[in-house]
Nanobody
Framework: QLQASGGGLVQAGGSLRLSCAASGRTFSSYVMGWFRQAPGKEREFVAAVDWDGRDTYYADSVRGRFAISRDNAKNTLSLQMNSLESEDTAVYSC????????????????????WGQGTLVTVSS
């Protein structure tokens, strides 16, 4: 089970930190990622991190503002979001990829097989 938390209401320019806790099994051998879905839009890739935390991947719209990380010992995934913009308003979901980044495209939604429930981030302008 994946449980995302940390969402909320923040003013533009502010920061939030999202967390995703995994329970029941370990995902330390797989890519993990964050996706988001804004009202009326399709779900889109935000960021991903490879199994050992060394390689990270970002959507162009968040690169330089967001930072993804993982702690395999604690079975957790995080997303630090800075300089938030109204366009970042969405439901953010964490997910587990089918394999390590060497074998899949971490930016593709269909490469993820296990999804947690989302957490809502609202950025007011």
């Amino acid at each position: 089970q994946l449980q995302a938390s940390g969402g909320g209401l923040v003013q533009a320019g502010g920061s939030l930190r999202l967390s995703c806790a995994a329970s029941g099994r370990t995902f330390s051998s797989y890519v993990m990622g964050w996706f988001r879905q804004a009202p009326g839009k399709e779900r889109e890739f935000v960021a991903a991190v490879d199994w050992d935390g060394r390689d990270t991947y970002y959507a162009d719209s968040v690169r330089g503002r967001f930072a993804i990380s993982r702690d395999n010992a604690k079975n957790t995934l995080s997303l630090q979001m800075n300089s938030l913009e109204s366009e970042d308003t969405a439901v953010y979901s964490c997910a587990v990829g089918r394999a390590r980044a060497a074998f899949i495209d971490p930016r593709r939604e269909d490469e993820y097989y296990y999804w947690g429930q989302g957490t809502l981030v609202t950025v007011s302008s």
